[in-house]
């Protein structure tokens, strides 16, 4: 899989969002906020095809949690993202 590159991270008033641009008659009304977490999977995913399992190893090694919670959370993330059509 991977992030649309039509999608891009942005900071707005202290909070991480992430934006559609290039796209003509964008709904505004509907914005994803990233906590730290997302948006550290973002950025080192962003720009590559990854895995599950990939996306779980970036938080296995960022933050020292076991295999099974980061397979959990990061199919969370994954799934968030698919339901905005931010990852093909």
């Known amino acids: ?3 649309n590159p039509n999608y891009k991270l ?3 008033a202290d ?3 992430i934006i559609n641009q290039g796209t ?4 505004m009304t509907r914005i994803i906020s990233l906590n730290s977490s997302a948006k550290h999977l ?3 995913l962003m720009n590559i095809d990854f895995t599950l399992e990939d996306a779980a190893n970036v938080l296995t090694t960022t933050y020292g949690i ?3 919670q980061a397979m959990s959370d990061a ?7 698919k339901d905005c ?3 093909d």
């Open 10 to 12: 942005r900071e707005i």
């Open 15 to 17: 909070e991480c969002i």
């Open 66 to 68: 076991s295999l099974e």
């Open 75 to 81: 199919n969370k993330w994954i799934q968030s993202l």
């Open 24 to 27: 003509t008659n964008v709904d």
């Open 42 to 44: 973002y950025q080192s």
């Open 1 to 3: 899989m991977r992030i």
């Open 85 to 87: 059509h931010i990852i």
